[in-house]
């Protein structure tokens, strides 16, 4: 399991939970985890668990080879956080718009921060954010990562113009860069 993959499945136990408060944020200095690739998750405002790739010093000790992801997490506080309401959402007659994009970034910053930065303003009509790629190299520099994100758009009621997909476009990427310190790559 990738680190892209640990964040997604959490993410995805806390959506089809329906749990109301449920983020990832930075972390450093957890026992057992990479130093500047690790999150915290936080549920109901508390530290419920970890996420991210093992300590290269722990995996050296156990002769294992990296990178490993790892998850931790306190399925009570899970559970028993407090959930959303669930609504029924008609699903959309009309085509949907999916733009990738993918960012250079700190190596600090968590990916589901960069999410959460990208849903809140893609607003109503993004339909879906999906890390689907994490590449280091030599060629993003050091002290970086790239973090690549498929957004879909989708109106309920019309087909999206080109011109509004831009400035959807537009809208998350200046979010991204001014949020976090990002560059758009390609």
Known sequence: ???ADAVALIEAVGEALHVADLRLESASDVPGFHPARCAAVVVD???AGHVGEVDPALLDSLELPGPV?????DLGALL???RRARTYTPLSRFPSSTVDLAFA???GVAAAVVGATLRRTGGDLLEEVRLFDVFRSEQIGAGKVSLAYALRFRSPDRTLTDDEVAGLRRACIDAVVAAHGAELRG
């Open 45 to 47: 405002g508390a530290v």
């Open 105 to 107: 970034l700190p190596e």
């Open 69 to 73: 992801a790892a998850l931790e997490l």
């Open 80 to 82: 028993g956080a407090g």
């Open 1 to 3: 399991m990738s680190w």
